[in-house]
């Protein structure tokens, strides 16, 4: 898994992302509001630490809202080929972290 900072201010993060087949993000939650932009890609499985798992198709130029969740996931990349997207975090804080790893 490759993560690119692309901007940061003291209220907004922006990242670009890209998992190729089999890779996956690490375990996390989402601590505030983000818009994504998928840049590539077709599947993702979205798997839960409590043993849920949502396949969700995505393609070029599919983007959306989401807010923020303390439920524990990693997103894995199920499809075929690499899985990019763009995201805009909305910060609280200066120094907040987007999606921080559970302890």
């Known amino acids: ?3 690119e900072v692309l901007s ?3 209220h907004l993060l922006i990242h670009r992302a890209v998992l190729e087949p089999g890779e996956a993000t690490d375990w996390h939650r989402d601590a505030c509001r983000r818009f994504t932009v998928v840049v ?3 599947e993702l499985t979205i798997e839960f630490r409590d043993g849920e798992r ?3 198709k995505v393609y070029p130029g599919l983007a959306e809202w989401d807010e923020p969740t303390d439920r524990v996931h990693r997103a ?3 499809g075929s080929s690499t899985f990019e ?3 805009t975090f909305v910060l609280d804080s200066a120094d ?3 999606q921080p ?3």
């Open 96 to 98: 907040q972290v987007p």
């Open 1 to 3: 898994m490759a993560i």
């Open 101 to 103: 790893q559970p302890v």
């Open 8 to 10: 940061r201010d003291p």
């Open 54 to 56: 949502a396949v969700v």
């Open 85 to 87: 997207e763009v995201v």
């Open 76 to 78: 894995v990349n199920t």
């Open 40 to 42: 590539k890609g077709g």
